[in-house]
């Protein structure tokens, strides 16, 4: 399989490079070339990475440092504790009796089910799109692609109402209240649900790029559509759902709106996002705390970004147009 | 603690088990069917579920809420277009509309044009990849994450004191003794909040339009300095129409995360001393409020808007793709 099949991104003109576009390009940056450019370059990252600085910097500081002196203060005069990671996660710190734990503990029990069950039901759709030839599935795709355009404030209010009071036709129910309130499983299915029309497009794209003989060869030796699936889609596709799990592992840990709605705000199942939110809105003035909780919510979206930058931006160009 | 994180734990692991397994058992199961059933029943086990998701979590849902936009605060009496009147006529909506076309023009222009400024400029440098993730990192970051770490660089304290917000003290070392409480300052709340979004989006910019940079044929530039092309004059009538498209892409992609713009705003200001837009007045309107009615109507207002330009770029994006 080349390089090229591997681009799951429909990202403008994305990251992979075509081998014959250096010259000419180098010949547009000659014409940019001087020392003020690279001043500006060098400039500019300075001045976008100070803030992020600025925040570790500060959560690392003794709380009465924090009230007293800035941060930058901090390089001449450096006093390093770890206090603040402690407080915030287990004693709260703001007269609340939990701290952060039970809600770093909720984004990470959200954000892998909503990883995963997507990833399995969008694959599963792409293949039959793809690969199991039927009337009016060149329709079916063509719907759930141009369902993207459907923002997902579009759903919020009905699907909340769904949730907690079922579905009802005059005095008919036709689907009744499932009593899930307080549970993670209404974010899991709302993730899954605002998911797939990105999700089934890209894994389609990708897995109808698959070797046709691979597949009818198999198919012909008897296999089942569901161990063609097994044994020869997914292994193939495995860097196109490693660039969506990515993209849907970040979107839920980043999300806000979704875990709003759907999870409110209580420590049994809200998680970072949504409490530090509120907490930014009530306590704006503990910044050794809050500092410290907002740099505890962004390390893991980090650590992915610099071990898996590769798969990372493609996913992230793939994505763009979400939500 | 311990035990409820375990619980917790318990229960996300017991769930993706579960739908494996159950996953499993059916394929299984229906593997064994052959003859004329075997492709309608794989048809459905494989499309099904994902159409019911869609049909239950997005189309049934979309069309309740067009409906409901036309209903009252407990969509019991039917009200024509009253809630749309209300969202363009009334003065407290009309701010919030007009903050968001400020946001939907100023922060994808911004953004756009910095990135086509380090697009140009970064690739050149040594150590190129190091400046680029720096610049792309806040990508990763959440909008509540940049939110935070914004407001602690806007923190406000009397000039007599000593500061610990960034921006304060950065004018007082340039010597303006009186800096604004920035975050209570109408209009200028409103731009430093876009910085925020800035700050996140210009790493997606510069990605993008340097790979379309470096996309530009050969042939194309050689011609073009053989001509006497040079500098400006080459990024102005080459560069720039060879990346059109790409510039449109950027730019629209942009302004769809702006018109959706939530976060920021819940984050910062709850969207107080005017800075409201579009996306979180829609919340506000139907959970803080609970007027469905006036909620959905925002709701659909949002969709109206951003759906031209959702449309313009996936059509456009598919065009790529297929002239591959």
């Given at each position: 399989m080349s390089e090229e099949t591997v681009e799951v991104a429909p990202g403008a003109e994305a990251p992979v490079v075509p081998a014959g576009g250096q010259a000419g390009a180098k010949a547009v940056r000659r014409a940019f070339s001087s020392p003020i450019a690279s001043f500006l370059v060098i400039a500019l990252t300075v001045v976008w990475t100070i803030p992020t600085l600025g925040l570790l910097a500060t959560s690392l500081r003794p709380e009465k440092d924090v009230a007293q002196t800035g941060w930058w203060t901090f390089f001449a005069h450096p006093g390093i504790t770890l206090a603040n990671y402690h407080d915030v996660l287990f004693n709260g710190g703001f007269g609340v009796s939990n701290g952060l734990m039970p809600y770093l503990v909720n984004s990470l029990a959200i954000t892998v089910p909503a990883t995963i069950f997507p990833l399995a039901l969008a694959s599963m759709a792409a293949y039959a799109l793809a690969w199991v030839r039927f009337k009016g599935s060149d329709i079916i795709f063509f719907v759930i692609f141009a369902l993207q355009v459907v923002p997902l404030q579009m759903a919020l209010v009905p699907l909340l109402q769904l949730y907690s009071g079922g579905a009802h036709i005059g005095s008919v129910t036709i689907f009744p209240s499932l009593g899930l309130g307080g549970t993670y499983a209404p974010v899991w299915i709302s993730h899954t649900m605002f998911a797939l029309p990105l999700a089934v497009f890209l894994l389609h794209n990708f897995i109808a790029q698959l070797p046709n003989d691979l597949i009818e060869a198999a198919r012909v030796d008897g296999a089942s559509h569901f161990r063609v699936f097994r044994s020869i889609v997914l292994p193939l596709a495995t860097p196109a759902l490693a660039s969506f799990a990515i993209f849907q592992f970040l979107w839920v840990w980043n999300d806000l709106l979704v875990a709003l709605t759907f999870a409110g705000g209580t420590p049994e199942v809200a998680p970072l996002t949504v409490r530090l939110a509120q907490l930014s809105g009530?306590?704006?003035?503990?910044w050794e705390i809050l500092t410290a909780g907002a740099f505890i919510s962004i390390i893991i979206p980090l650590a992915v970004f610099f071990s898996l930058q590769r798969y990372f931006v493609r996913g992230l160009l793939a994505g763009s147009v979400k939500g | 603690m311990w035990a409820d994180a375990l619980t917790k734990f318990g229960n996300a692991a017991g769930a993706v088990v579960v739908f494996v397994a159950v996953l499993l058992l059916i394929f299984f199961a229906a593997g064994r069917a052959s003859g004329r059933v075997s492709k309608p029943l794989a048809v459905t086990i494989f499309l099904g579920p994902a159409l019911l998701l869609l049909a239950v979590g997005l189309v049934v849902p979309a069309i309740r809420t067009i409906t409901l936009s036309f209903y009252n605060d407990d969509s019991t009496k039917f009200l024509g277009g009253n809630n749309y009147t209300w969202a363009f006529t009334s003065s407290g909506e009309q701010q919030i509309l007009l903050n968001t076309l400020l946001w939907i023009i100023v922060a994808p222009v911004v953004t756009t044009v910095l990135g086509l400024v380090l697009a140009l400029l970064v690739d050149r440098l040594r150590h190129q990849g190091l400046y680029k993730a720096f610049i792309f990192m806040p990508m990763a970051i959440s909008f509540v994450g940049a939110s935070i770490i914004w407001k602690f660089v806007y923190n406000y304290r009397d000039p007599s004191q000593p500061q610990i917000g960034l921006l304060s003290q950065i004018c007082l070392w340039l010597g303006w003794h009186n800096p604004p409480n920035w975050i209570l300052s109408h209009p200028l709340n409103n731009f430093l909040l876009m910085v925020i979004m800035v700050w996140v989006q210009t790493g997606f910019a510069m990605v993008v339009l340097s790979a379309a940079i470096k996309a530009i044929p050969d042939e194309i530039t050689e011609a073009a300095v053989l001509d006497g092309a040079r500098g400006w004059r080459l990024f102005q009538y080459v560069t720039i129409p060879m990346i059109r498209n790409t510039l449109v892409v950027v730019l629209t992609t942009v302004m769809i995360t702006t018109l959706k713009l939530f976060d920021i705003i819940r984050t910062m200001t709850g969207g107080n001393f005017g800075t409201q837009v579009l996306a979180n007045e829609m919340y506000s309107q139907s959970?803080?409020?609970?007027n469905t009615g006036r909620g959905s109507a925002l709701a659909v207002i949002l969709f109206v808007a951003v759906l031209p330009l959702v449309g313009y770029n996936i059509v456009q994006l598919r065009r790529e793709r297929a002239t591959r």
């Amino acid at each position: 399989m080349s390089e090229e099949t591997v681009e799951v991104a429909p990202g403008a003109e994305a990251p992979v490079v075509p081998a014959g576009g250096q010259a000419g390009a180098k010949a547009v940056r000659r014409a940019f070339s001087s020392p003020i450019a690279s001043f500006l370059v060098i400039a500019l990252t300075v001045v976008w990475t100070i803030p992020t600085l600025g925040l570790l910097a500060t959560s690392l500081r003794p709380e009465k440092d924090v009230a007293q002196t800035g941060w930058w203060t901090f390089f001449a005069h450096p006093g390093i504790t770890l206090a603040n990671y402690h407080d915030v996660l287990f004693n709260g710190g703001f007269g609340v009796s939990n701290g952060l734990m039970p809600y770093l503990v909720n984004s990470l029990a959200i954000t892998v089910p909503a990883t995963i069950f997507p990833l399995a039901l969008a694959s599963m759709a792409a293949y039959a799109l793809a690969w199991v030839r039927f009337k009016g599935s060149d329709i079916i795709f063509f719907v759930i692609f141009a369902l993207q355009v459907v923002p997902l404030q579009m759903a919020l209010v009905p699907l909340l109402q769904l949730y907690s009071g079922g579905a009802h036709i005059g005095s008919v129910t036709i689907f009744p209240s499932l009593g899930l309130g307080g549970t993670y499983a209404p974010v899991w299915i709302s993730h899954t649900m605002f998911a797939l029309p990105l999700a089934v497009f890209l894994l389609h794209n990708f897995i109808a790029q698959l070797p046709n003989d691979l597949i009818e060869a198999a198919r012909v030796d008897g296999a089942s559509h569901f161990r063609v699936f097994r044994s020869i889609v997914l292994p193939l596709a495995t860097p196109a759902l490693a660039s969506f799990a990515i993209f849907q592992f970040l979107w839920v840990w980043n999300d806000l709106l979704v875990a709003l709605t759907f999870a409110g705000g209580t420590p049994e199942v809200a998680p970072l996002t949504v409490r530090l939110a509120q907490l930014s809105g009530s306590f704006g003035d503990h910044w050794e705390i809050l500092t410290a909780g907002a740099f505890i919510s962004i390390i893991i979206p980090l650590a992915v970004f610099f071990s898996l930058q590769r798969y990372f931006v493609r996913g992230l160009l793939a994505g763009s147009v979400k939500g | 603690m311990w035990a409820d994180a375990l619980t917790k734990f318990g229960n996300a692991a017991g769930a993706v088990v579960v739908f494996v397994a159950v996953l499993l058992l059916i394929f299984f199961a229906a593997g064994r069917a052959s003859g004329r059933v075997s492709k309608p029943l794989a048809v459905t086990i494989f499309l099904g579920p994902a159409l019911l998701l869609l049909a239950v979590g997005l189309v049934v849902p979309a069309i309740r809420t067009i409906t409901l936009s036309f209903y009252n605060d407990d969509s019991t009496k039917f009200l024509g277009g009253n809630n749309y009147t209300w969202a363009f006529t009334s003065s407290g909506e009309q701010q919030i509309l007009l903050n968001t076309l400020l946001w939907i023009i100023v922060a994808p222009v911004v953004t756009t044009v910095l990135g086509l400024v380090l697009a140009l400029l970064v690739d050149r440098l040594r150590h190129q990849g190091l400046y680029k993730a720096f610049i792309f990192m806040p990508m990763a970051i959440s909008f509540v994450g940049a939110s935070i770490i914004w407001k602690f660089v806007y923190n406000y304290r009397d000039p007599s004191q000593p500061q610990i917000g960034l921006l304060s003290q950065i004018c007082l070392w340039l010597g303006w003794h009186n800096p604004p409480n920035w975050i209570l300052s109408h209009p200028l709340n409103n731009f430093l909040l876009m910085v925020i979004m800035v700050w996140v989006q210009t790493g997606f910019a510069m990605v993008v339009l340097s790979a379309a940079i470096k996309a530009i044929p050969d042939e194309i530039t050689e011609a073009a300095v053989l001509d006497g092309a040079r500098g400006w004059r080459l990024f102005q009538y080459v560069t720039i129409p060879m990346i059109r498209n790409t510039l449109v892409v950027v730019l629209t992609t942009v302004m769809i995360t702006t018109l959706k713009l939530f976060d920021i705003i819940r984050t910062m200001t709850g969207g107080n001393f005017g800075t409201q837009v579009l996306a979180n007045e829609m919340y506000s309107q139907s959970f803080t409020e609970f007027n469905t009615g006036r909620g959905s109507a925002l709701a659909v207002i949002l969709f109206v808007a951003v759906l031209p330009l959702v449309g313009y770029n996936i059509v456009q994006l598919r065009r790529e793709r297929a002239t591959r």
